[in-house]
């Protein structure tokens, strides 16, 4: 059932001002896509997702083109090893023959996220199933920690004991991270908390869904609830800045609040929900995605009513003014999801 505070009709010119030809633009100069950055993987990843979710919601071929137009782009993206490229110029050539560890997550995300979907085209399903194919055998190999993290959501997607059995593995690897830099009240996989931090979680409790090994949700449950004294202590939702961070023994950064924080605790806190049955977890979903619509520590709404662009973020000084790829992924997909659930 569809909460009653989401029923406008969701506005998304934005979406294809920000994609042409070739994918989603990375940036945009206020409402104007900036070929200047030109595209990325990371974006066109989650773009896909995007694409596959506002798909089955509204049935409309326009959205169909886009993830048409999102799929050509990360087939492109992958090199002879089976990896990804990540950042591209406005002339569509790459600047790198290898991108990070974290794209390569995201990519493993979209990728088993389109194969299970109903609604993905049977032709992109066997098409990525080439590409996955290729991709997994370095998913055991993977060192950074939201590269991991990505790559177990994506592969709770998939049915079979492949995919089981490198969750497990994966997970596993997670919570020898965390055990290593527990310390007291600090509950954490790193000595910092960063950016995407929400993922670190989500994933166990992902995990924890497939195996349903007891340890990986309580690993997840208690670092979330630590996370959560952070971004929730005045009330509302507010990310770890990103200028600075917080470092273990220190203070969190106020600044700059990210648009990619408030989706990914939104998915979080509807995964625990949906393994644990705690309707406390939907409370929490609805307060991340809040965030966007001005329960901030600016009281500033991020969603530009003429576009339905999302801002990039909020600042000292207030907002944001661009309006680039991942904010507008970001609150698309939070928006989606959070109107698909009766709260």
């Given at each position: 059932m569809v909460s009653s505070c989401f029923k406008g009709a969701l506005k998304d010119d934005h979406i294809f001002r920000m994609t042409d030809d070739t994918g989603m633009l990375q940036h945009s100069k206020c409402s104007i896509p900036d070929p200047n950055f030109g595209y990325t993987t990371d974006d066109n990843a989650r773009a896909l997702i995007?694409?596959?979710?506002?798909?089955?919601r509204y049935k409309d071929k326009k959205y169909l083109d886009l993830v048409y137009r999102y799929s050509s782009f990360l087939l492109n993206a992958q090199n002879?090893?089976?990896?990804?490229?990540?950042?591209?110029?406005?002339?569509?050539?790459?600047?790198?023959?290898?991108?990070?560890?974290?794209?390569?997550?995201?990519?493993?995300?979209?990728?088993?996220?389109?194969?299970?979907?109903?609604?993905?085209?049977?032709?992109?399903?066997?098409g990525f199933s080439y590409i996955l194919e290729k991709?997994?055998?370095?998913i055991s190999n993977l060192y950074a920690v939201r590269a991991k993290a990505y790559s177990i959501i994506g592969l709770?997607?998939?049915?079979?004991?492949?995919?089981?059995?490198?969750?497990?593995?994966?997970?596993?690897?997670?919570?020898?991270k965390y055990e290593e830099h527990r310390d007291g009240d600090w509950k954490w996989f790193e000595d910092i908390v960063a950016y995407c931090n929400n993922v670190l979680p989500w994933s166990l409790i992902s995990a924890y869904r497939i195996t349903k090994e007891r340890k990986f949700l309580d690993v997840a449950e208690e670092s979330l609830e630590f996370l959560e004294r952070v971004t929730f202590k005045n009330g509302y939702f507010k990310p770890v800045g990103c200028k600075g961070w917080f470092l273990k023994g220190e203070s969190p950064a106020e600044y700059d609040e990210q648009t990619v924080e408030a989706c990914e605790a939104?998915?979080?806190?509807?995964?625990?929900?949906?393994?644990?049955?705690d309707k406390r977890y939907l409370q929490k979903a609805k307060r991340s995605h809040a965030w966007y619509e001005g329960a901030n520590s600016k009281g500033i709404r991020l969603i530009d009513s003429e576009t339905g662009g999302c801002y990039d973020g909020l600042?000292?000084?207030?907002?944001?003014?661009?309006?680039?790829?991942?904010?507008?992924?970001?609150?698309?997909?939070?928006?989606?999801?959070?109107?698909?659930?009766?709260?």
């Open positions: 995007m694409a596959l979710m506002l798909y089955e002879e090893k089976g990896k990804f490229k990540n950042f591209m110029s406005y002339d569509r050539k790459w600047l790198e023959d290898e991108g990070s560890e974290d794209c390569f997550g995201r990519c493993i995300w979209a990728l088993c996220f389109a194969i299970s979907n109903e609604y993905t085209p049977l032709g992109i399903k066997h991709a997994m055998p370095h709770a997607h998939l049915d079979g004991e492949e995919p089981k059995s490198l969750i497990y593995e994966t997970a596993r690897s997670l919570c020898c939104v998915l979080t806190y509807c995964e625990a929900y949906e393994a644990t049955g600042t000292h000084d207030g907002v944001n003014l661009n309006m680039g790829a991942e904010s507008l992924v970001s609150y698309i997909i939070s928006y989606l999801k959070i109107s698909d659930i009766d709260i």
